[in-house]
């Protein structure tokens, strides 16, 4: 069986492409980890044919490796290989054939519709910053905004009278989006009652318990802060009310280029993600609920 310097090809790879001790690390397990697999098959990397790496990886999946754990097993492998043969020590690349594992776009988790309206009831609407943080959540989840869109947005682009917010989003590009009657409500309620307690005349909407713009930081330090109350034990930033918004409207049957219009995507493909996870969410009530499920 020939020998297999592991480390002599890592040395190689930390002077000719100054790669992190970290990634050097996950290399040396994934490489050590294939080798000590053939050699209970009485085989080692330099002598593993195609199939042997096939059966390899497919072991790996099998056992639980996520999609992304076994793209980088197999691009240790294809980077000490292609270091062989340059050496001379190899005339062939056994992995050559073997195709990356698809990793797809990794789904948004979403809070359930009982687990939105624990979140909207969480804050105390008989403060000042309590009724204004109600109505900010409840214009991200009814609008869609994302956080930068909501702190910096101002007076003049609310209109009240048709019930929409003109949004300044990525690459200064504008959209109207409705507001919905239930957070017309809570924006109208804060503006008679504690906005003129906060804005000392400026234009932002949502400011500051100090009159200024509110920094993205605060606004996701009290989202986390509602969750808890709420007794909301997964992640929970300002994006998790935009990916409800737009998962419970595909739920509803709304229709996509709509979907797509109100969150200000540039492209459909951004958007369809959204009808993953809604099937997901199906997938998932069947097998809880059905009896064959």
């Given at each position: 069986m020939?020998?297999v310097?592991i ?10 492409r100054?790669?992190s001790d970290?990634t050097l ?6 490489l050590?980890?294939?080798?000590d697999w053939l050699?209970?098959r ?5 002598d593993a044919t195609p199939?042997d ?7 790996r999946?099998i056992a639980?490796?996520?999609s992304r ?6 691009s240790a492998?294809?980077g000490?290989y292609?270091?062989q043969i340059?050496s ?5 690349d056994?992995s050559a054939?073997?195709e990356?594992?698809?990793?797809g776009?990794p ?15 969480a804050p ?8 204004r943080?109600r109505?900010?959540?409840e214009l ?5 905004l994302?956080?930068?869109e909501l702190?910096?947005l ?5 209109n ?5 917010v003109r949004v ?5 590009k504008?959209?109207?989006?409705p507001m919905?009657?239930?957070a017309?409500?809570?924006?109208l309620?804060y ?10 005349g400026?234009?932002?909407?949502f400011?500051?318990?100090r009159?200024?713009?509110m920094?993205?930081?605060?606004f996701?330090?009290a989202?986390k802060?509602y969750a ?14 935009r ?5 419970h ?9 709509a ?8 492209d459909?493909s ?5 009808t ?6 199906l997938?998932?009530l069947l097998q809880?609920h059905h009896?064959r499920?």
């Amino acid at each position: 069986m020939p020998n297999v310097d592991i480390e002599r090809y890592l040395d190689a790879m930390w002077l000719e492409r100054g790669l992190s001790d970290n990634t050097l690390a996950a290399y040396r397990r994934d490489l050590n980890k294939a080798n000590d697999w053939l050699v209970k098959r009485d085989k080692c990397l330099l002598d593993a044919t195609p199939t042997d790496l096939l059966e390899c990886m497919s072991q790996r999946l099998i056992a639980g490796l996520s999609s992304r754990s076994v793209a980088r097993w197999l691009s240790a492998l294809r980077g000490f290989y292609r270091h062989q043969i340059l050496s001379g020590s190899l005339q062939d690349d056994p992995s050559a054939q073997l195709e990356h594992p698809k990793l797809g776009r990794p789904l948004p988790s979403v809070l359930s519709a009982q687990q939105i309206e624990n979140l909207l009831d969480a804050p105390d609407t008989s403060t000042t910053l309590g009724l204004r943080d109600r109505a900010m959540l409840e214009l991200l989840y009814a609008s869609g905004l994302r956080i930068s869109e909501l702190i910096q947005l101002e007076m003049s682009q609310i209109n009240s009278r048709q019930g929409v917010v003109r949004v300044i989003g990525k690459g200064s590009k504008e959209r109207l989006v409705p507001m919905g009657e239930v957070a017309m409500d809570w924006m109208l309620r804060y503006f008679q009652q504690a906005r003129q307690n906060l804005s000392k005349g400026g234009a932002v909407v949502f400011p500051s318990n100090r009159g200024k713009m509110m920094t993205r930081q605060t606004f996701w330090y009290a989202i986390k802060r509602y969750a808890l109350q709420a007794g909301i034990t997964s992640h929970v930033s300002p994006h998790t009310l935009r990916h409800a918004f737009a998962t419970h409207l595909v739920d509803n049957g709304a229709d996509l280029r709509a979907v797509q219009m109100m969150l200000g995507h540039s492209d459909l493909s951004t958007t369809q993600i959204y009808t993953h996870v809604a099937q997901q969410r199906l997938q998932a009530l069947l097998q809880e609920h059905h009896p064959r499920g």
